[in-house]
């Protein structure tokens, strides 16, 4: 008996302590729980302070981790129902860029009274109004109608043109619209390029592609050559014209120019006009109707192997001055024309004048190189024009005149 009663008095206070024991155990789990609680909620707050103050790219630069070949959106997406986890990295930043530039994206309907309707994209360039788009999507007309994407409309007027980058700015009557954002870098080949525009009357249509070369230069329909252009592999249709190429952030590095096209119809090479030259002739345009640019009052002709061949020339490109308008800035400077008429294709022209090699310091080969060295021109300003005269090359002084539609038939 006096064995049970011991046993059993060392057994109950054996039980008190693993009891106390488990209580003990069961309290530091329960407190270090609470304290981790705690922590995660003060670094949550601590996070989302960051985030609001830098945004994602403070939070990882505050972490060490280098951002440059990171790529994100500039509005969250979310879209029926589906967050942006859900969508691949390519998705995601596609749909942003769309998300970003649609409303500053237009359809802009063109009618006269000698004319079909036709319709072609335009981009909001200033809440209060200002739209740019192509000036050959506008032809004749003389009626302009633009319907945003929020399904209201206003009547448009002409502002203004530039015929040689085929920019034309219009404006409704609001105050109230989204502009676009024009992009702070140049584009480079290989990057994301996306088209947003009215292809056939298909509104607010998207394309996406890559910018496929740059320094590209096209002759329109009138004869007149854009320099300068961005080369994409976006399929752009009539009804594009007009519209906004973005890069992956929904910026604007273009405005879609033209399609090449063999068929009518896209096939994986078209052109859109530089963000900078669309926002300075834009500007030019709203503050003074149109643009300023300096051209050489000559006739000119683009020298070819076959000219080169029958004038015996010492030099292979170039271009060759026809004639000097009379008593003209070009004749002043001691520039001269050719003497000898001679059939050229269609037209007549003089030959044995002076060829143009270099306009202000840049390299003259033909004439993409010609309107590129005077695009940044003014009239009134004197360059240097060096040409090749007799076997030598010759630089003079040369006051330009104003490029206007008359100044542009002078080239062959």
């Known amino acids: 008996m006096d064995r049970k009663?011991?046993?059993?008095?060392?057994?109950?206070?054996?039980?008190?302590?693993?009891?106390?024991?488990?209580?003990?155990?069961?309290?530091?789990?329960?407190?270090?729980?609470?304290?981790?609680?705690?922590?995660?909620?003060?670094?949550?707050?601590?996070?989302?302070?960051?985030?609001?103050?830098?945004?994602e790219k403070g939070l990882f630069d505050l972490a060490g981790i280098p951002t440059d070949s990171l790529n994100y959106g500039d509005v969250d997406i979310y879209l029926e129902g589906r967050g942006a986890w859900t969508f691949q990295d390519g998705e995601r930043s596609d749909i942003a860029a769309?998300?970003?530039?649609?409303?500053?994206?237009?359809?802009?309907?063109?009618?006269?009274?000698?004319?079909?309707?036709?319709?072609?994209?335009?981009?909001?360039?200033?809440?209060?109004?200002?739209?740019?788009?192509?000036?050959?999507?506008?032809?004749?007309?003389?009626?302009f109608s633009v319907n945003f994407y929020d399904g209201s409309s206003s009547e448009a007027t002409l502002v203004g043109y530039d015929r040689l980058t085929d920019i034309a700015v219009i404006k409704c009557d609001r105050k109230d619209l989204k502009s676009i954002t024009f992009a702070s870098h140049e584009p480079v080949i290989g990057s994301r390029a996306i088209a947003i525009g009215n292809p056939y009357g298909y509104t607010w249509s998207m394309s996406a592609?890559?910018?496929?070369?740059?320094?590209?230069?096209?002759?329109?329909?009138?004869?007149?050559?854009?320099?300068?252009?961005?080369?994409?592999?976006?399929?752009?249709?009539?009804?594009?014209?007009?519209?906004?190429?973005?890069?992956?952030?929904?910026?604007?590095?273009?405005l879609i120019s033209s399609i090449y096209t063999t068929t009518g119809s896209a096939q994986g090479i078209s052109f859109a006009i530089p963000s900078e030259t669309v926002r300075r002739v834009s500007l030019s345009i709203m503050e003074?109707?149109?643009?300023?640019?300096?051209?050489?009052?000559?006739?000119?002709?683009?020298?070819?192997?076959?000219?080169?061949?029958?004038?015996?020339?010492?030099?292979?490109?170039?271009?060759?001055?026809?004639?000097?308008?009379?008593?003209?800035?070009?004749?002043?400077?001691?520039?001269?024309?050719?003497?000898?008429?001679?059939?050229?294709?269609?037209?007549?022209?003089?030959?044995g004048g002076d060829v143009i090699v270099s306009i202000a310091g840049k390299p003259v080969r033909g004439y993409a190189d010609y309107f590129a060295a005077l695009f940044g021109t003014q009239s009134g300003?004197?360059?240097?024009?060096?040409?090749?005269?007799?076997?030598?090359?010759?630089?003079?002084?040369?006051?330009?005149?104003?490029?206007?539609?008359?100044?542009?038939?002078?080239?062959?």
């Open 5 to 55: 009663r011991i046993s059993s008095k060392v057994v109950v206070p054996a039980l008190l302590i693993l009891l106390l024991i488990v209580l003990v155990v069961l309290l530091g789990v329960w407190t270090a729980d609470i304290h981790e609680q705690r922590r995660r909620e003060a670094l949550r707050t601590a996070l989302e302070s960051v985030i609001s103050e830098r945004g």
């Open 98 to 143: 769309y998300e970003k530039a649609k409303e500053s994206t237009v359809q802009i309907i063109s009618s006269s009274s000698l004319s079909d309707e036709s319709q072609a994209s335009g981009v909001i360039i200033s809440s209060d109004g200002y739209i740019v788009t192509n000036m050959h999507v506008l032809g004749d007309a003389d009626s």
């Open 209 to 254: 592609g890559v910018v496929s070369g740059l320094s590209r230069s096209l002759f329109t329909q009138d004869g007149m050559m854009i320099p300068n252009l961005i080369q994409t592999d976006n399929f752009i249709n009539p009804g594009n014209s007009g519209g906004p190429l973005l890069d992956s952030r929904g910026d604007m590095i273009g």
């Open 288 to 351: 003074n109707g149109g643009v300023s640019r300096g051209m050489l009052d000559v006739t000119t002709v683009e020298l070819n192997p076959q000219l080169v061949s029958y004038l015996g020339l010492g030099i292979t490109d170039g271009i060759m001055i026809s004639q000097t308008i009379r008593g003209g800035e070009a004749e002043k400077a001691g520039l001269r024309g050719g003497s000898e008429l001679a059939q050229y294709g269609d037209a007549m022209i003089y030959i």
């Open 381 to 412: 300003e004197s360059v240097e024009v060096s040409v090749y005269r007799d076997g030598k090359i010759l630089t003079l002084d040369v006051v330009l005149v104003d490029q206007s539609d008359e100044s542009m038939r002078w080239v062959l």
